[in-house]
């Protein structure tokens, strides 16, 4: 799996980080998204799937 970000379109909602926070963060500053590891382990797909799913603004995207 390969998690792919588009920080752009990041609108700080933070669904992400409540989803997957071992893959995900925010910046202080102002709550962008952080990836904090691009190839998660298998054990962590599900969180990160939900984490893509839950985004509001659509900027997580997985490569198999």
Do not use: W, Y
Request: with cysteine; aromatic share 4%; glycine share 4%.
């Amino acid at each position: 799996m390969k998690v792919i970000v588009d920080f752009h379109k990041c609108v700080s909602a933070g669904q992400c980080v409540m989803s997957a926070p071992d893959v995900f963060d925010q910046r202080e500053d102002d709550g962008v998204v952080v990836l904090l590891t691009e190839n998660p382990p298998d054990e962590l797909s599900g969180e990160v799937r939900e984490a893509a799913t839950l985004c509001p603004a659509l900027a997580i995207d997985i490569e198999d």
